[in-house]
């Protein structure tokens, strides 16, 4: 069974400093989600990849398939990008829908 | 569009009633599932379909039944509503395939008392 470990857990940070947030997961995986969910509760897909890097506005998301890896970089934080951000790995080998979720982050971003 | 609609948004049961939660989507999603979210734990999933008149059970499945007899609904029943099933419920649906993002809907909570 796959695992899925998210760091850190909780972060705190200042307005326009640069965010990482870390998930590593146990098994090899064909697909890795990042997902947003805002206080309220709603979720949101941001990523959805299998390889290198993808892009979206400040938002950069990167994967290393080898070393089961994948990264969340926020450039230029905002306080609108205080929300749990969430990463997902889906396994080629599991049951069911083959996807482990994270715990999440909890990122907050202070004026 | 308006993606993935699910009803209601709260909940309150008491121990025993039965209930549905309802999901809609409207992009031809053949893959739906749910999920239930709890306080310090992952998403985790309930039940999902693969496509009409096909459904399986995910990995807490357990006082929770489902169909899906459209490509558009997919419904979650509770038989006999449990405390422990006070949770924050999450429909979810794609298109088949490995590469394909998920689009959820808002969510729903329920507390069962």
């Known amino acids: 069974k796959n695992e899925v470990e998210q760091s850190p857990q909780n972060l705190t940070a200042q307005e326009g400093e640069f965010i990482t947030i870390n998930c590593s997961y146990s098994?090899?995986?064909?697909?890795l989600h990042w997902l947003q969910q805002h206080p309220g509760g709603g979720i949101v897909s941001l990523f959805m990849l299998s390889s290198g890097k993808k892009k979206h506005g400040r938002l950069i998301a990167t994967i290393n398939i080898q070393e089961k890896h994948s990264s969340l970089h926020i450039t230029a934080s905002h306080p609108r990008d205080s929300a749990v951000y969430i990463c997902?790995?889906?396994?080629?080998?599991?049951?069911?829908?083959?996807?482990?979720f994270g715990k999440g982050t909890h990122l907050i971003i202070q004026p | 569009n308006a993606g993935v609609t699910q009803t209601p948004k709260f909940q309150v049961l008491k121990t025993g009633q039965s209930m549905t939660l309802q999901c809609a989507q409207d992009?031809?999603?053949?893959?739906m599932s749910w999920y239930r979210q709890d306080p310090g734990m992952g998403l985790r999933l309930i039940h999902y379909?693969?496509?009409?008149?096909?459904?399986d059970q995910g990995e807490v499945p357990n006082g929770y039944n489902v169909s899906r007899s459209t490509t558009e609904d997919f419904p979650l029943r509770l038989l006999s509503a449990a405390p422990s099933q006070t949770s924050v419920y999450f429909c979810?649906?794609?298109?088949?395939?490995?590469?394909?993002?998920?689009?959820f809907g808002n969510g729903t909570r329920l507390t069962v008392t």
């Open positions: 379909s693969v496509g009409a008149g096909i459904t």
């Open positions: 992009m031809n999603h053949e893959y």
């Open positions: 997902a790995g889906r396994d080629s080998g599991g049951g069911a829908d083959g996807l482990t």
């Open positions: 979810a649906s794609s298109r088949t395939g490995n590469n394909s993002p998920l689009h």
């Open positions: 098994v090899g995986i064909s697909a």
